[in-house]
């Protein structure tokens, strides 16, 4: 159960919400019960007052009682429309803080923490794990505390009227309570984890195959895709049955419980009646009363059952949250910089232990130089722009920047000095404009058609119809590679940050693609320090030394 307190512990910033909630929830259900128990009271007292004559009639106060009548059902209508709207308004507010909770421990994990994840798994945790932990409040937490409290009230009304009857209201909404909510809850445990393990599996396979569609086609794995999909469909059914199966008892339970307490009170009732303690109008009281009662009760076995699904469910957002980020924050914050040299001297850095990908590799780049880093893949460009980025810590040597250690920078700090251009410069699924505004959101349209002019991209733009609100499609779909590495390089334009990394930018660009592409970015190279990575020759020249990257050194070339 520490994952549940944990989970109840990130909820204490919403306590006012909750508790009103709670507190409106309890006062739903005591006015259902005065409205029942009056309502039984009320109409039997009036039939026996109709049948003692016209003298009884007359003495008899019909208008107090239906008075406290429609009170009890008009505050039943308000209460219930107040608490569905607070106990809604918390759970939308406990949403927005879970998800703005976990994309705080997630963000430190990225990249590196995290390339071992499922891309639709991620997906998964964020959006519906996250769904499922905020099912706890309303599904959990306000039906089991609005039932405790609610019982407790309402078994003090009857134990003045009859302590046996309120003995056995008491075991009836205990076993139904209780006892059947434990059962289903241990019956449900398994299925409930099966349901949040089976979705998340789906979900990775549905989105790895939509992403992957056409190499499946093209090599004929569709249909082993297809078969796994059904196995896991298969195995998610039976669990949802099973998960039905152990609702159904504990509504058959519940049924009996109430059924049997209802039995009991009427019994108690009676022979408290014919001893004298009770009216006649009293035992029909206590009969709607109990009945009522149930209300409190009715959803705790499915609050269980619930439960299952949700522990599952946070054991897999705590696992990730739980995780170290590979980068410690800085304690203070970097110094402001007047140069932006950047220096190198025996770094090691090594992935988990494993071998050295820098191994004593040194580099000096002064302010304004150009340095192009060359080298096969697997060589460690990669490791280099991870090591800049501050998204990998590096274990040995010296690295600082603009004179100023970089581990006194965070990954946020670097990346307001540097400016990347890399072969997968991500192209969200939205406007030319709102990716152009990532580099700068304070732009104006004149700076953004600017930059599409230096990136060479303004006649395109204005060929659209849309022209700046052209949506780019999932990955930039709807255009071409040279388009939206261009796009990157306007980004750049309107980032004139101090240093600027390009990482294989003209990867997978045709010979004359590439070589507009490189006359369009040689411009943007004025005054800025320039890492250039590739591992082709085109645009070295542009460069001022060249070095070759080889067993975890730079080896100077020119």
């Known amino acids: 159960m520490s994952d549940i307190w944990r989970l109840i512990r990130l909820t204490a910033p919403r306590k006012g919400w909750m508790l009103a909630g709670l507190g409106l929830a309890t006062l739903t259900l005591l006015a259902n019960f005065g409205l029942l128990a009056l309502s039984g009271w009320f109409l039997a007292a009036t039939a026996i007052a109709g049948l003692a004559g016209f003298a009884a009639q007359n003495a008899f106060n019909f208008f107090t009682p239906s008075a406290m009548v429609r009170f009890f059902a008009t505050l039943r209508v308000a209460s219930r429309y107040a608490e569905r709207l607070v106990t809604h308004e918390a759970t939308f507010r406990l949403l927005a803080d879970l998800r703005v909770w976990f994309y705080t421990r997630l963000e430190p994990l990225a990249p590196a923490a995290l390339q071992g994840q499922r891309s639709a798994d991620l997906l998964g945790r964020i959006v519906s794990d996250i769904d499922t932990l905020n099912l706890f409040y309303l599904r959990v937490f306000v039906p089991v505390l609005t039932a405790l409290a609610a019982a407790l009230l309402m078994a003090s009304f009857f134990a003045f009227f009859s302590v046996p009857a309120a003995l056995a209201l008491i075991l009836g909404l205990g076993l139904n309570g209780a006892l059947a909510p434990v059962l289903t809850a241990r019956l449900g445990a398994g299925p409930g984890a099966a349901i949040t393990r089976l979705n998340a599996g789906l979900r990775a396979e549905y989105v790895e195959a939509l992403q992957g569609m056409g190499e499946l086609l093209v090599s004929g794995a569709a249909p082993a895709m297809q078969a796994r999909a059904a196995a896991l469909n298969e195995e998610l059914a039976a669990a949802q049955a099973r998960l039905g199966g152990v609702a159904a008892l504990g509504a058959s339970l519940s049924g009996l419980a109430a059924n049997a307490t209802l039995l009991a009170v009427l019994v108690f009732g009676a022979r408290r ?71 190198l001297a025996g770094v090691d850095l090594a992935y988990d232990g494993g071998r050295k990908v820098l191994d004593g590799f040194s580099l000096s780049l002064p302010q304004g130089r150009h340095v192009g880093i060359v080298g096969v893949s697997g060589s460690g460009k990669s490791t280099l722009i991870n090591l800049l980025l501050r998204f990998h810590e590096y274990q040995a040597g010296t690295a600082r920047f603009g004179g100023v250690d970089l581990r006194a920078f965070s990954s946020a700090q670097m990346a307001r000095h540097a400016t990347i251009i890399s072969q997968r410069s991500h192209l969200f699924h939205t406007s030319i404009r709102d990716n152009l505004l990532l580099a700068n959101g304070a732009a104006d349209e004149a700076a953004l058609w600017h930059a599409l002019e230096v990136a060479q991209l303004a006649d395109f733009v204005r060929g659209l119809a849309q022209g700046l609100d052209h949506l780019v499609g999932e990955g930039g779909a709807s255009l071409s590679g040279g388009q939206a590495r261009r796009i990157a390089l306007a980004r750049a334009v309107l980032k004139p940050a101090p240093l600027l990394i390009l990482d294989e930018p003209t990867e997978e660009l045709d010979v004359e693609t590439e070589r507009a592409f490189l006359a369009d970015l040689a411009p943007l190279l004025a005054g800025r320090s320039v890492l250039y990575i590739t591992h082709r020759p085109a645009g070295l020249a542009l460069m001022d030394e060249v070095y070759e990257l080889r067993d975890g050194k730079a080896l100077r070339q020119r």
């Open 273 to 343: 009646f014919e001893a004298g303690g009770l009216g006649a109008a009293q035992v029909p009281m206590l009969l709607l009363g109990a009945m009522a009662a149930f209300e409190a009760t009715a959803p705790l076995p499915g609050a269980l059952n619930y439960l299952g699904q949700i522990k599952t469910a946070a054991r897999r957002i705590f696992a990730l949250a739980d995780q170290m980020p590979p980068i410690s924050p800085p304690a203070t914050a970097a110094p402001a910089l007047q140069r932006y040299d950047l220096e």
